[in-house]
């Protein structure tokens, strides 16, 4: 068990409101994850973090932002919802020794965009 | 650009049955190669991590292999159970700082 928590774990919300998922660990872990995964598509990487305030784009980051203000919390925000956003997005932290680079995965926050 | 395949997409075998999925990687010059199962609506559960220098790795009844300079990981399960029923994906990293490419998974069913 990696210690992480998504919240909330599904949420239903309109087209053109902002939505914030919040990514929490408790293990003190440097590297972290969101991903979103749609059929046909697999999982794609959005953000990712390597530090307090170090973040940087993965593949489909348009439409998204990120904040890390502690090493335990990543907070991903669409700060207007799209219905192309509608998804499961998974949160993942880079487990210890960092250098074997083995991700542990969230359960998922499942987000509808009406 | 490094690819990953897995095939079959999907794969049904009876209760008791040994079974090998397939992993395939067109650039052999890999950092580490991660095995993980997907429950349905639930999240992913690392199985096994095998790095670039490393021939197998085994967990209980799973073993995976990597070759390589074929481009190939097997993850084999023993005598297989409905519970092991999921989705099982590859992925493979590049280097240390590189994030990971993924395969499109094998949906695998035990049948009873």
């Known amino acids: 068990d990696a210690g992480i928590t998504q919240s909330p774990r599904h949420k239903v919300t309109e087209t053109g409101t902002p939505v914030t998922l919040r990514c929490h660990q408790t293990?003190?872990?440097?590297?972290m994850y969101w991903y979103r995964q749609d059929p046909g598509h697999g999982l794609r990487l959005i953000h990712y973090?390597?530090?307090?305030?170090?973040?940087d784009k993965g593949e489909v980051s348009d439409g998204y932002s990120v904040s890390r203000s502690k090493t335990e919390d990543f907070l991903l925000t669409l700060e207007s919802a799209t219905s192309s956003q509608t998804s499961v997005y998974f949160c993942a932290i880079r487990g210890l020794p960092a250098n074997t680079g083995e991700l542990f995965f969230g359960e998922g926050s499942r987000l509808t965009v009406l | 650009k490094q690819e990953v395949t897995q095939i079959p997409a999907a794969l049904s075998v009876p209760e008791g049955e040994n079974l090998v999925l397939n992993c395939s990687f067109t650039?052999?010059?890999?950092?580490?190669l991660q095995w993980f199962r997907q429950d349905p609506g639930k999240g992913l559960t690392s199985l096994l991590l095998i790095q670039s220098s490393q021939r197998e790795q085994t967990s209980g009844r799973l073993n995976a292999s990597l070759d390589k300079s074929s481009g190939r990981s097997t993850l084999y399960i023993a005598a297989s159970q409905p519970g092991d029923s999921a989705t099982y994906l590859c992925a493979v990293r590049k280097d240390s700082n590189y994030q990971l490419i993924w395969g499109a998974g094998t949906k695998l069913i035990i049948k009873p």
């Open positions: 293990e003190n872990h440097r590297y």
């Open positions: 973090s390597y530090g307090v305030k170090d973040t």
């Open positions: 650039d052999s010059a890999i950092y580490n």
